[in-house]
């Protein structure tokens, strides 16, 4: 009798320690992952906020394409330039990214790229008031999808 408490203190104290162990374990995955997610860059914030920002430049670019004579040669750079020339602040939010300016029916469409040009991540109208589209939430190309016929009611 004595040899089988021996043998069950035995198992006790060595089932508490694989218990005491896993949950160790468990704590220091769980701990793990939290840290993991804290460390994931959500970039939902700061694409809003360049949204925001590109409702102002698109609304320059518009106003500059709508009001002003300007050469079918003058390029994206260029009409961006000339469009803040007033307030180049308008430019900083977008420094590092590929922005690019469609011109139709007296029109303009601004679209923003990541830094390779790869990646549409924002794209608006500057006839409208509201953000035109969020690109980057539907992971697409660096192209245009608006079409200012569609979306500039006069």
């Known amino acids: 009798m004595i040899l089988e408490e021996i043998r069950m203190k035995n198992l006790y104290i060595g089932l508490s320690k694989i ?3 896993s949950s160790t374990y468990f704590i220091f995955i769980f701990l793990l992952n939290g840290c993991a997610i804290v460390g994931h860059k959500d970039n939902s914030e700061e ?3 360049k949204a925001s920002a590109l409702t ?3 609304s320059a670019v518009e106003g500059t394409v709508r009001y002003e004579n300007l ?3 003058l390029n994206d750079q260029d009409l961006l330039i000339l469009s803040t020339v ?4 308008l430019l900083e ?3 590092g990214y590929v922005l690019k300016v469609n011109r139709e029916f007296n029109h303009a469409i601004v679209l923003v790229c990541n830094n ?4 549409g991540l924002l794209e608006d109208a500057g006839c409208t ?5 969020h690109l980057w939430q539907k992971k697409a190309s660096c192209a245009f999808t608006i079409q200012s016929n569609l979306v500039c009611v006069e």
Do not use: C, Y
Not at 129 to 133: C, E, G, Q, R, T
């Open 19 to 21: 218990v005491k162990d």
């Open 47 to 49: 694409m809003f906020m």
């Open 71 to 73: 050469p079918d040669t």
């Open 86 to 89: 007033d307030d180049p602040s």
């Open 93 to 95: 939010p977008f420094n």
């Open 56 to 58: 102002k430049l698109s």
């Open 116 to 119: 390779d040009g790869t990646q």
């Open 129 to 133: 008031a509201a953000m035109a589209s």
